[in-house]
């Protein structure tokens, strides 16, 4: 008996319908796939290209984008803390804290010991690093090792300086603030024979209001500073209640030094500047007419020539630049 022709079913179709989808899929992924290689290698080809450029024209060093790049820049100046603070931040753009930390302690190991400075550029980074991102041990311990290092009067000058920029951005944060108070109270503890802490002190009291607290700094930075180192110290006060206080205080102190101490034509001169500075040459001039003419119950003091040639040639050039003809005329009779 002869087997009958079978006719073709729905699901012989069907099975041979999904045999070619199967195999269009398959082509369909090796597509992508090769698609997907083409384009990295294309992108990858594209970054040589620029680098190679980039290379070429210089500007890799310029402006450099990849840990190569500053590797390059640092094996030819390792003497620069621009280049290894850059280093650091373009670490710290990438969230890598700890790597940015192990290029700070390259960086000591790397630039030459004459190069202070530049080190202590560095130390500074560091020290912002650990406090933004560190905790509090890490950045005290950082400041230790610091001032281990370096100058330590120097680092803490820096530490006071950049917490009291926090305080400032911080919009009133009480912890930022008291941070840097304390920062100030630890370092004027630490170096109270330095008229430099004091005076940075002042200013940061002053530049932030805080005119009573600053007074009271006033005299405890007298009790604690060498006599000789009064007369400087009293000087940078004054001028900085003129930029940040009150320019009646400032002339309190000016007078005050000035009774004590008549023949310091740099104290003079000083008081001058900061009246002409805040516009008001009137002062300023009858600072001169009472230098050379003190009130009554007031003794002379003596000056030497040089002394003399020197207050007019200042009150001269002073009226020159914002006086009249009838002003100048009467300072050369």
Known sequence: ?????????????????????????????????????????KQQEKEIAKMEQRLADGTADENPETSADFERLLASDPNSSENWIKFMAYHLSLADIDSARTVANRAFDRIEFRQEGEKLNVWTALMTLESKYGSPKSFNDTIERASQHNNPKQVYLRVCEML???????????SAINRADEMFKKMCKKFKSKK??????????????????????????????????HIET?????????????????????????????????????YVDKEVKHGDVETARRLFERTLKPPSGK????????????????????????GDDESRLRVKI
């Open 164 to 174: 009291e920029k926090d305080a400032q951005t911080s919009h009133g944060d009480a």
């Open 234 to 270: 009293m000087s940078k006060f004054a001028q900085l209640e003129y930029e940040h206080g009150s320019p009646e205080r400032a002339r309190t102190i000016f007078d005050s030094l000035l009774d004590k101490n008549s023949k310091r034509m740099d104290l003079l001169f000083v």
């Open 299 to 322: 003794k002379k003091a003596k000056f030497g020539d040089k002394q003399m040639k020197s207050l007019f040639k200042k009150w001269y050039r002073m009226e020159d630049d914002h």
């Open 1 to 41: 008996n002869e087997t009958p022709d079978r006719t073709p079913t729905n699901d012989d179709d069907n099975d041979s319908s999904s045999d070619d989808s199967d195999s269009g899929d398959d082509n369909a992924k090796k597509g992508h796939k090769s698609r997907k290689k083409a384009t990295a290698k």
């Open 196 to 229: 430099t802490v004091w005076i940075a002190h002042f200013r940061y009291l002053l530049k932030n209001g805080r005119h009573e607290k600053a007074h009271e700094l006033w005299k405890r930075s007298a009790k604690s500073l060498p006599e000789y180192k």
